[in-house]
Structure formats: C-alpha cells, structure tokens
C-alpha cells in the first residue's frame, strides 16, 4: 500500500488517529458549521436586499465553493486538509499564515459574536436573568467564559465519543429554523405581518456592507476534510457530503431570513438580536400566555446549544488544521502533539481555550468601559475581525485548486470540477473574487461608498479601524513567527506523482472505530 513519505514524528501523532467519520456525521458536520445563528441578524439587518444578495452568492459562491472543496478533498484526503493543500501549492510560509489565520480566527469567533448572541438570547428568553447578563460585566464574563470551556471540554475528547454534538446541533437548529418557519406562517395568518420584503432592488452599498457576512455564513464545506484521516471514506463520502449539506444550508439561511424580515419591522432589525427577537415575537402572537413562556424558555437553550455545537465543530476542524501545521515545520513542534487516549490535539484545543477566554475578556472591558453595555456595537466590531481573519485564511486555499492541477497532473482525482482547467479557474477565480471582497470591505467598511470615512458598524471609524487592522497585524506576524520557529522541523515531502495515487493513499496506523 502507498504512503506519502513524511517524517517519523508525524507518522507517529497520525497513529492517534482514529477512524470515526462515516457519511451522514460528516453532512451534519458540515451542516453545524455552515448554518451558524450569529449571523442571521447580522445579514437581515441590511433588509430585503440581504434575500437578494443570498440568492445571488449561494448561486456564484456556494456552488462553485462546494464543486472546489469536493475535488480537493477527494484528491488530497489528509488531516489538516487546508493546511496540506496551501503547503503543497505554495510551500511553509503560504501554509503557516492559512493555518494560524484558519486556527485564531476561532477562538476569537468563540469569544466574540458566538458569546455576544448566546447572552443576548438569554436575556431575551429567560427575561433578563440576575437584571440582565449583557448589563453586568463579571456576569458577561462568567456566562462567556463557561460557554467557551464547555466548547474546548468537548474537543478534547474523543471525536468517536463526541461526534453526537455536531450531529445533534445540526439536528437541533434545523427542527429550530424548521419551527420558526411554521410559526412566521401561523403568525402571518393570525395577526399580520409588521415587516415587508419589498425594495429588494440591488444596490452596489449593500453589496458591500453584506458580502462579508454572506461569506462568512457560507464557508465551512471543507471543515471536516480537516479530520480526512478520521473519515471512513473521504474520497466516496466528501462530494455527497457537499451536496447534501449545501441544499440544507440555503435552506437553513433562506427560510429564516425571509422570516425575520417577515415578522421585524425594517427600523427594529439590528444585527445582533433580529432572530431571537423574531422568534419571541412569533411564539407570542401564536401561543400566548404561559405556552409562549414554556416554549421560550427551550427555544432560547435551544438557540445557545446551536451556538456552542457551532464553536465546537469549527475548534474541531481547525484545531487539527493547527496541529498538522506545526507538526509538518508551521509551527512549534508541541502544538503538534495529539492525546494517545483520546486522539486529538489537547495542546492546540487549550490553547484556543485560553485565546477566546482572553477576546472574550478584553470584549467585556470595551462594552462595558467605552460602549456603554451596548452589544450591537460591540457585535458589529467582533463581526469584522471573525470576518476578515477568517476569510482571509481562504485567499490562498482556493488558489490551490488550479496549482495543485499543474503541480501534480497524475494525482488521482475520484471527483473532478467540470470544464477542464478553464471550469478549475473559472471556480477558483469566483471564489478568490468573493473571499478577497469580504477580507477588504471587513476591514473597512463602507468603501467606495460615501460613508468610507464615516461611523463603522456603530462605531467611531478611527477606533473601528485600529481594533480590526491591528488585529489582523497581529495575527499576520504570528503566523509569520510559527513558519520562523517551524522550520528546523519542516516536512517537504510532496504528494506521490505516479503509481501511488490518491484513492490507495492511507496513513500507516490509523485505527479503525
């Protein structure tokens, strides 16, 4: 049997492995961490036109995206997927700014909107606990910091063991959006609707101020190709995968949209609780009385274990991206170190415990000291920096669609984009056009527009501008350091050209569930 030449050290991490992913986990995997409720505000904020540009980007970006993701995860199934794939086309330089882009920007997502909206719907819901958890710092704090370990708990054990929580979030936040559905119409029926879907007409301002949300709500079919190693059968399963949970999430995007916009008056939508807000709204027009209270209170558990299930997938995927970065020279050779007993990479797992705790904190200082306990603008700036860092780690992952077709002609590609080299570039260029346009118009919104100097998100643009270019700055120069430290240990193996294809490619030792 073939195997890629590596070294000993990560033969020996990869024998942790165990093979755990069959088809159905991975569609619910993917499902729990495209369909994320932190941003349905967020998107339906800018109105009717958000229904438009959804349309429009699932059909230019979504499917395009997916065809990519199926043929990369097809023809290089390796664990840490996105991390290989940058590494093969470009080399350690490219591969470590992807991963530690890929990694952080997760932790700072688990500590920032993740935190922001499960509070929020829980003063929503359960009637402002203790005068309200967002008004009371050491209460934010506190709420946030159990949410995050919670999340890092889960990843630390065995993916065998806790695969149930992607499934079940899925499972969850689909029956929830499948619930507010009905509930819209009934409510509709009964008493009306306050909100419109008229002037969904396009304009270029809206475009600019939703494209980067609409990105970052897409993005996450290549997730689980992170765990490739831990799949029963990548090569068969990954291209189902992005079809089945691709049709899921435009409807699990596109029915609560139309809802919220439906049921929210367009002065009441606000970024952070537009969907929560809805959802109360619908339940009380339709039950009343104690019934709504009862279903509130599951509905907003429901809605923060729909939040946690989504930080906990994403630290899943990218924590193992992480750790077979620093294994491969990417970074320092102990992030690289995976639980014998467990099988996952504890180091990488606490450490992004450790980075969320701190954003979480820092964010609590700023709203309350300089926003005034004012979560929307606290949500807008926390949006940006997830955003940008997120969807800047893209910028050179779907470029190596095209090179790897050039670098390595023979791989075996069980699933391939169709059209040639020219349908590989027109996919790829679709893609980089959108994930470039998100990481600018994060970084400073309202560009090209005639608000380019004003407010951003809420928020004075000097302090907005500083907070996000620093922390991009930041992130840059880690990834930066950990190809520096790296490179006493860097992997430059290359993927077998001939003879060895992909679909005989197996990583020696990884056990079986």
């Known amino acids: 049997m073939a195997v890629l030449e590596t070294s000993a050290d990560v033969l020996a991490e990869k024998r942790k492995l165990r ?28 109105g009717s036109q958000a229904v438009f540009w959804l349309v429009v980007s699932g059909v230019t970006f979504l499917i395009p995206y997916g065809l ?6 097809t023809a290089f199934p390796v664990e840490g997927a996105v991390y290989e794939w940058v590494r093969l086309a470009f080399g350690h330089l490219a591969g470590a700014v992807t991963a530690v882009m890929y990694w952080i920007s997760n932790p700072v997502w688990l500590g920032g909107t993740l935190s922001v909206v499960a509070i929020a719907a829980l003063d929503t819901f359960w009637g402002e606990p203790f005068g309200g958890i967002a008004k009371t710092g050491w209460l934010e704090f506190l709420v946030g910091f159990l949410f995050i370990w919670v999340a890092v708990i889960w990843n630390i054990l065995s993916l065998r063991q806790m695969k149930w929580v992607p499934n079940l979030g899925a499972i969850v936040r689909l029956s929830l959006l499948a619930i507010f559905g009905i509930l819209v119409v009934a409510s509709g029926a009964s008493k009306g609707f306050a909100g419109t879907l008229s002037g969904w007409q396009p304009t270029s301002d809206v475009f600019i101020a939703v494209i980067g949300v609409l990105v970052f709500s897409w993005i996450g079919f290549e997730l689980s190709t992170n765990a490739s190693e831990e799949m029963q059968d990548p090569q068969r399963d990954v291209p189902r995968m992005v079809t089945f949970s691709g049709i899921l999430s435009v409807l699990g995007y596109l029915v609560p949209i139309v809802g919220i916009l439906l049921v929210i008056s367009p002065k009441d939508l606000v970024n952070v609780t537009s969907f929560v807000a809805a959802y109360q ?6 039950l009343g009385g104690t019934a709504a209270n009862i279903l509130n209170g599951v509905v907003g558990l429901a809605i923060v274990f729909s939040l946690l299930t989504s930080g906990t997938v994403w630290l899943m995927g990218a924590d193992r991206m992480m750790a077979i970065g620093a294994l491969a020279g990417s970074g320092p050779r102990a992030l690289g170190t995976f639980s014998a007993r467990f099988g996952t990479p504890v180091p990488v797992n606490v450490l992004s415990g450790v980075l969320a705790t701190i954003f979480l904190l820092a964010n609590v200082i700023v709203n309350h000291v300089f926003a005034g306990g004012n979560l929307a603008a606290l949500f807008g700036v926390v949006l940006a920096i997830a955003i940008s860092t997120t969807t800047f780690s893209y910028i050179f992952a779907f470029p190596a669609l095209v090179i790897l077709r050039y670098k390595y002609p023979n791989a075996r590609r069980p699933y391939r984009v169709p059209g040639g080299m020219v349908g590989a570039w027109v996919v790829m260029l679709l893609t980089w056009f959108y994930v470039v346009a998100a990481t600018v118009f994060s970084l400073w919104p309202g560009l090209f527009t005639d608000t380019v100097t004003g407010q951003a998100l809420g928020v004075d643009r000097a302090p907005f501008e500083i907070s996000v270019l620093v922390t991009m700055a930041i992130i840059i120069g880690v990834g930066v350091c950990f190809y520096l430290i790296g490179r006493r240990h860097a992997v430059h193996d290359r993927w077998p050209d001939e003879g060895a294809t992909a679909d005989r490619r197996e990583v020696a030792g990884v056990r079986r569930a």
């Open 19 to 46: 093979k755990s992913l069959f088809r159905w986990d991975l569609v619910f995997f993917t499902v729990a961490a495209i369909v994320a409720l932190d941003t349905l505000g967020a998107v339906s904020s800018q």
């Open 68 to 73: 990519l993701t199926a043929e990369l995860g």
């Open 281 to 286: 709204t619908v339940v009380s027009n339709v």
